[in-house]
Nanobody, 123 residues
Framework: QVQLVESGGGLVQAGGSLRLSCAAS????????MGWFRQAPGKEREFVAA???????KYGDSVKGRFTISRDNAKNTVYLQMNSLKPEDTAVYYC?????????????????WGQGTQVTVSS
């Protein structure tokens, strides 16, 4: 079992930056592909970014060039650096883990989920 806890969310003005963290316990994250998803009010959960165990990355179209996913296996933590934030980035952001070598964009492929952290971008 893997337990995931997100942190780093908050309120930021448009154009600002935030860095989300996802700390894991229970097992080493080095065995997993890690992903970030988000869900805005009234909308479906959408893929944001993923990173494989060897560092391969994939991003959703709406965040390419603005967000960066990274991992520190020694700290058992995954990060999401979010720059040039827009009001439409407002959502609850979830960290997830899947026992696969591939950076899947489908939430159904992920085995473990955190509780989420709220990100609010004001205009």
């Amino acid at each position: 079992q893997v337990q995931l806890v997100e942190s780093g969310g908050g309120l930021v003005q448009a154009g600002g930056s935030l860095r989300l963290s996802c700390a894991a316990s229970g097992r080493s994250l080095s065995e997993y592909t890690m992903g970030w998803f988000r869900q805005a009010p009234g909308k479906e959960r959408e893929f944001v970014a993923a990173i494989t165990w060897i560092g391969g990355r994939k991003y959703g179209d709406s965040v390419k060039g603005r967000f960066t996913i990274s991992r520190d296996n020694a700290k058992n933590t995954v990060y999401l650096q979010m720059n040039s934030l827009k009001p439409e980035d407002t959502a609850v952001y979830y960290c997830a883990a899947q026992s696969s070598y591939y950076a899947s964009v489908g939430q159904e492929d992920y085995d473990y989920w955190g509780q989420g952290t709220q990100v609010t971008v004001s205009s």
